[in-house]
Antibody, heavy 119, light 108 residues
Framework: EVQMVQSGAEVKKPGESLKISCKGS????????IGWVRQMPGKGLEWMGI????????RYSPSFQGQVTVSADKSISTAHLQWSSLKASDTAMYYC????????????WGQGTLVTVSS | EIVLTQSPGTLSLSPGERATLSCRAS???????LAWYQQKPGQAPRLLIF???SRATGIPDRFSGSGSGTDFTLTISRLEPEDFAVYYC?????????FGGGTKVEIK
């Protein structure tokens, strides 16, 4: 059974750094892109970026390029999303997703990680 | 960037009724690379449809997708109580990947 299990909720202050994680299991982790999707409170879905665990290739949405870093550690089947300096506007639910094959739709979703940034 | 516009914003229907949700793209979506997701309150989204009309694994056949080019439709033939949720379309034909703003299907 394919599962994407994310790390727990975080409460941070503006300016702090953060790295959240997503562990994939039940499939060959290196053969599927892993993506991240943001959902701000009461709002819709926004694609942020993807990483290919096999060779760590990354692609970003222009809206998030330079704002976050996506990465993957294939030795532990885990993908990461990180910020170097959080803002209050980063407060949101973040979902990791498995990309289906070579077509960039999302067939499995993590449970979400709620990030709250507040002074 | 392809902008996806979903309509209506909210659909108020009764169980057993037919739901028709629209997703319109600002430019043609190549190869009908259009997916639909369902999100219930407090849950992660779930894939329903990919390739505009192919149902994902385990999705009941009351859900169907159609369309091509710039106009796509998700139809729920007979609403079950568990179908009341928010539905999003997503195009994956070109980068950046984009989602529509969602349609909420609520109980009338």
């Amino acid at each position: 059974e394919v599962q994407m299990v994310q790390s727990g909720a975080e409460v941070k202050k503006p300016g702090e750094s953060l790295k959240i994680s997503c562990k994939g299991s039940g499939y060959s982790f290196t053969n599927h892109w892993i993506g991240w999707v943001r959902q701000m409170p009461g709002k819709g879905l926004e694609w942020m970026g993807i990483v290919y665990p096999g060779d760590s290739d990354t692609r970003y949405s222009p809206s998030f390029q330079g704002q976050v870093t996506v990465s993957a550690d294939k030795s532990i089947s885990t993908a990461h999303l990180q910020w170097s300096s959080l803002k209050a506007s980063d407060t949101a639910m973040y979902y990791c997703v498995r990309v289906a094959g070579d077509r960039y739709y999302f067939d499995y979703w993590g449970q979400g990680t709620l990030v709250t940034v507040s002074s | 960037e392809i902008v996806l516009t979903q309509s209506p914003g909210t659909l108020s229907l009764s169980p057993g009724e037919r739901a028709t949700l629209s997703c319109r793209a600002s430019q043609s979506v190549s190869s009908s690379y259009l997916a639909w997701y369902q999100q219930k309150p407090g849950q992660a989204p779930r894939l329903l449809i990919f390739g505009a009309s192919s149902r994902a694994t385990g999705i009941p056949d009351r859900f169907s997708g159609s369309g091509s080019g710039t106009d796509f439709t998700l139809t729920i033939s007979r609403l079950e109580p568990e179908d009341f949720a928010v539905y999003y379309c997503q195009q994956y034909g070109s980068s950046p990947l984009t989602f529509g703003g969602g349609t909420k299907v609520e109980i009338k």
